[in-house]
Every structure is written in C-alpha cells, then in structure tokens.
C-alpha cells in the first residue's frame, strides 16, 4: 500500500546532542510537511517543502531544519534539542492542495 | 483569528449511541474542513473533510454538518462503536497547497460497550 513512513518510530538523545528524523512516501505527492505534536495537544506545523521549495512557519525555532534530497525523502533536523522538544514528530504529504495523510510519527525523547 | 476551538474534550458514549463533537473558527478565509482520526501511537488519518460550498457530507456512519454564517462545523458519528475510541481532531485550513492544516484541541471518545 501507499503510505507515510517515519523511521525511527521512538527515538532518544541527549540534551543537545543532533538528531535527524525521517520520513519517505510512495504516495509520489510533491508537498511534505513536520508537524509537532506535544503530549495531549494538536499537532503543529513546523515547516513544509513544496516541490524542492522550503517554506517555514513564522514560529518554528532556529534549532528546527529540514532537508529534501528527493520527491521520497525529507529529514527534520534539531540542531541542539532540549527538553521542551520532546515530542510525536509527525510527516505529511499532499499532492498540491489535496487532503495531507500522516505518518505514524516518530517519538522523541530527551535525556 | 487563526483559532480552531472544539468541544467536548472529552465524551462517553454509549454503543449504538450518536457520538457529536462540534467546532468553530474565526477566520473567514478557511475554506477546508478535514476531520481526523488519531489512535494512541499513531498518526491523524483522515476521516471526511467538506468545504463550505455543501452544508453536509456523510460517508458510513460519519456526517459532518456545516453552517457558513455561523461559522461552526461538527462531526456526527451515528451507531457508535467501541472501535471508534480514539481522539478526534476537527481542522481548518485555507485550500491551497502548503498551507497549515489549524488543529482544534481534540476530543477523546470513549465508546462503551
């Protein structure tokens, strides 16, 4: 089936050590975003790429980045993380204005 | 403005009962209204969206009801199984490619059986 794969689905560092979370689709849709979502809160978005561009929320921190080597990937970066990070990393893809369908997320937990 | 406010946090139903989670936006520009299905560990999935052309849409057992000049949207999930526990997300976005989907809170159903 077509879907939204995040890997890892828990993932634990350091406080302030580099983490990469990722994410790949054979939906072939051309619009990825990462989302954040806190423990009992919705999710929000912290940046989307549309094709090979990069659009980030007014709000997303710095310590946020994101890469896109291709259609199928893109890799949410957090440059130096700290507690208040911890949280479900979720992936999204649409196909230009069309309905987002997630992945499953990736847990991030900081120690 | 960009606020998706929803109602009740949380809700017991009984099986067979009629399950109703109600939202509400400011933000007249919104013309895309998904609702989202989200089980413990998993990600949002996507249950039925309307856009506010239509004042209702109904797939299975879910009905979402619109009313524009209110400003209000709410989910109808008729014949409520306990299957159907999980959280529940209303959204609002303006319908263009790479905008954010506006959560509102969500709303935990417990259906009982």
């Known amino acids: 089936d077509a879907m939204v794969i995040q890997n890892p689905r828990y993932q634990v560092t350091q406080f302030g050590k580099p983490v990469t979370l990722s994410c790949s689709q054979t939906?072939?849709?051309?619009?990825m975003y990462w989302y954040q979502q806190k423990s009992s809160q919705a999710p929000k978005l912290l940046f989307h790429y549309y094709d090979k561009d990069f659009n980030n929320e007014a709000d997303t921190p710095d310590n946020f980045q994101s890469r896109r080597p291709n259609t199928s990937f893109c890799f949410l970066d957090i440059r130096s993380p700290g507690l208040g990070d911890a949280a479900m990393y979720l992936c999204?893809?649409?196909?230009?204005?069309?309905?987002?369908?997630f992945g499953d997320g990736t847990r991030l937990s900081i120690l | 403005q960009q606020q998706v406010k929803q109602s009740p946090q949380s809700l017991i139903v009984q099986k067979g009962g009629i399950s109703i989670i109600n939202c509400a936006y400011e933000n007249t520009a919104f013309d895309y209204f998904p609702w989202y299905q989200q089980f413990p560990g998993k990600g949002p999935a996507l249950l039925i969206a309307i856009r506010p052309d239509v004042s209702e849409k109904k797939e299975g057992r879910f009905t979402i009801s619109f009313n524009k000049s209110a400003k209000q949207f709410s989910l109808h999930i008729m014949d409520s199984q306990p299957g159907d526990s999980a959280t529940y997300f209303c959204?609002?976005?303006?319908?263009?490619?790479?905008?954010?989907?506006?959560f509102g809170k969500g709303t935990t159903l417990s259906v009982s059986s």
């Open positions: 999204a893809t649409s196909r230009g204005a069309q309905a987002q369908h």
């Open positions: 939906l072939n849709h051309n619009v």
């Open positions: 959204a609002a976005a303006v319908n263009q490619a790479g905008t954010a989907l506006i």
